[in-house]
């Protein structure tokens, strides 16, 4: 069974940036990948997609602009760089799969990493 294991977080100052990367130890070809983020007192949110071609990218507003998804399926990676951070984007940062098409919800994915802690001071 895939096993997925996030990297890349820490703190930062507001306006910095950071580059997550979130690896698989089995094939991640068939699968999207999402990029999910929780924080303290507040529910599981939807931060972004990319399918499994490396197409159909998708980004919630506010993260717009700001953040890029990637893929290596050659790599069984997924990474996602986020610049101009704020505050408000801190969180714990997690990666998820699910399989074939991607989706906005958290309950349709199947397999989590263990997440990353992003902190953006101000």
């Known amino acids: 069974q895939v096993q997925l294991v996030e990297s890349g977080g820490g703190l930062v100052q507001a306006g910095g940036s950071l580059r997550l990367s979130c690896a698989a130890s089995?094939?991640?070809?068939?699968?999207?990948m999402g990029w999910f983020r929780q924080a303290p007192g507040k529910e599981r949110e939807f931060v972004a997609s990319?399918?499994?071609?490396?197409?159909?990218?998708d980004y919630v507003d506010s993260v717009k602009g700001r953040f890029t998804i990637s893929r290596d399926n050659a790599k069984n990676a997924v990474y996602l760089q986020m610049n101009s951070l704020k505050p408000e984007d801190t969180a714990v940062y997690y990666c998820?799969?699910?399989?074939?098409?991607?989706?906005?919800?958290?309950?349709?994915?199947?397999?989590w990493g263990q997440g990353t802690q992003v902190t953006v001071s101000s």
């Open positions: 089995g094939r991640t070809s068939s699968l999207c």
């Open positions: 998820a799969t699910r399989f074939l098409f991607c989706s906005r919800g958290p309950n349709e994915y199947g397999l």
């Open positions: 990319i399918a499994w071609s490396g197409g159909n990218i």
